[in-house]
Nanobody, 122 residues
């Protein structure tokens, strides 16, 4: 089992930046794909970005050029650097781990954190 905890969310203005962190404990973190998803009120959980074991990354079109996913296996951590934030980025952000390379489907992620709220004001 893997335990995940997100942090770094907050209330910011449009154009600002935030860096989310995902701290992992339990099984070997480096064996997993790490994904970031977000869920706004009344909407389904949406893929944001994922990073494979070898560092290969995948991004949703809506965040390309603005968000960057990274990981530090030595620290059992993953990060989501979010720049040029927009009000439509407002959501609860979750990190999850999966064993399927590059997957964008929430159903493929086996373990999840509790989420961290990101609110972007206009």
């Amino acid at each position: 089992q893997v335990q995940l905890e997100e942090s770094g969310g907050g209330l910011v203005q449009a154009g600002d930046s935030l860096r989310l962190s995902c701290a992992a404990s339990g099984r070997t973190f480096s064996n997993y794909v790490v994904g970031w998803f977000r869920q706004a009120p009344g909407k389904e959980r949406e893929f944001v970005a994922a990073i494979n074991w070898n560092g290969l990354t995948y991004n949703a079109d809506s965040v390309k050029g603005r968000f960057t996913i990274s990981r530090d296996n030595a620290k059992n951590a993953a990060y989501l650097q979010m720049n040029s934030l927009k009000p439509e980025d407002t959501a609860v952000y979750y990190c999850g781990v999966a064993t399927v390379s590059g997957t964008r489907e929430p159903e493929s992620y086996r373990y999840w954190g509790q989420g961290t709220q990101v609110t972007v004001s206009s």
